[in-house]
Structure formats: structure tokens, C-alpha cells
């Protein structure tokens, strides 16, 4: 589902920067060839997740939810010099396609690809991190946020995807997982360890910066 009336969505489009050659290729080769492509953050969400990074500047990064590298990739962008993106997924039947497209994208020697249960590795991760993109199953993302929010600095970020899941959290009857993210928005609203803000960018953002 799209919020914005097409013509609009194609007006941002048009004045946001275009996506690199290799993201493109990736775009296309996802839409073709894997399936759910619907999930692949895209031209409009990969470069406002780039334009993010390259305002927090981050030494380190996780994301949880790497499906083909498209968002990991727009993510790495913004990193310090000698910085790291964590990566997490838990198919690995996607490994060649992302290890390939990572290579392209000439980010192999900042990227620890870990393949497996999000909520088994995150334990396993030091950090600190100073941005987490949550994006993996939507019954744990309260789970996620739990394991996280210690291992981020003070000022640093949690981006949340799919936070509207296209309009659904306003339903009175309400699937699994669109209870999931509805008391996730809450529980990250009531937070007195964060600020937060929500951006209704695609499928909607959950922005929320670690103030304590
Ligand atoms: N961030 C990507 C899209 C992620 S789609 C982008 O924007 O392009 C969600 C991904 O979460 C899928 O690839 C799925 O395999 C992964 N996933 C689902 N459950 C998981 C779990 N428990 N641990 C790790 N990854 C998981
Ligand atoms: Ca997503």
C-alpha cells in the first residue's frame, strides 16, 4: 500500500537522488529472481536510511533483518572510517546473492554478515552501536528492541521499518503481527529511554534516539 497519491510518490521520487548503479542492479535482480521483493527498502527508504547514517555519522552499525543487502548497503554508506555494519538474517539461501552484491558495492571488509537467529546472535554482539535498523520478523521487534537498547550509545538511534504496516496498526481487529508492531510503537513511545519521532516514509520509519 502506498500513502501518498502516485503522482506525489513520483514528484519525492523525482526530487531525491537517484540510486547507484550497483543498488539498482540489486533492486532489479531482487524484483526478478527472490522472493517477496516487496520487502526490499528500495530507491526512496535506501536513500533517506543513507542520508540518516551520513547525519549520525556512525562507528558502528546493526541491522537486524539484512534480506539482499539493499538497506545494508544504503546503511554503510554513512559510516566513519575504519567503522563497521553488524548484518543479521536468518536465510541463508540469500548468502551468495548478498556476499556478491556487498563485494560490488565494495564494502566487504566493513560488513560482519552473520546468518542466523536474530535473537540467538544479538546476545553475541559487544557494540556499541550508535544505529540499529530493526527489520526482521515483526512478532519479536519488542524482543529486538530489549536485546538492543543497552548495547547503544548515549545519542545514538533505533530505526524501526514498517511501523504503519500499510495502515493496518489502526485496525480494531488486528493479525498477529499487526499486534506485534502496535504494541511495539507503544512500548518505544513509552520509553522514558528515548525521543522519538515517526516518519511516515513508505511503509513508516520509527526513529528513536537513546537520550539515557
Ligand atoms: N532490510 C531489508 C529487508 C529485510 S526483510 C531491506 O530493507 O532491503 C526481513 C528479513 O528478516 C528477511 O530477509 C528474513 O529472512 C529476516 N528474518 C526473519 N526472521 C528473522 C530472525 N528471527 N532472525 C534474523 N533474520 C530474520
Ligand atoms: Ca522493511
Redesign the pocket.
Known sequence: MEFLPEALEQYVEQHTTGETDVLQQLNRETNAKVMMPR???GHL?GRFLAMMSKMIKPKAIL??????????ICLAEGLQEGGTIHT????EE?EDLVRSYFDKAGISHKVQYHI????EIIPTLEGPFDLV?I???KV?YANYFDQVIDKVTIGGYILT?NVLWSGKVLDTKQDKDTAAIVAFNKKVMDNPRVETVMVPIRDGILIARKTV
Open positions: 520487502m526490499i527498502s527508504q541491522e537486524i533483518g539484512t534480506y539482499t543487502g539493499y538497506s545494508g543479521i538474517d536468518i536465510n540469500l542466523g537467529n536474530a535473537l535498523f527489520d526482521a520478523d519479536h521499518d
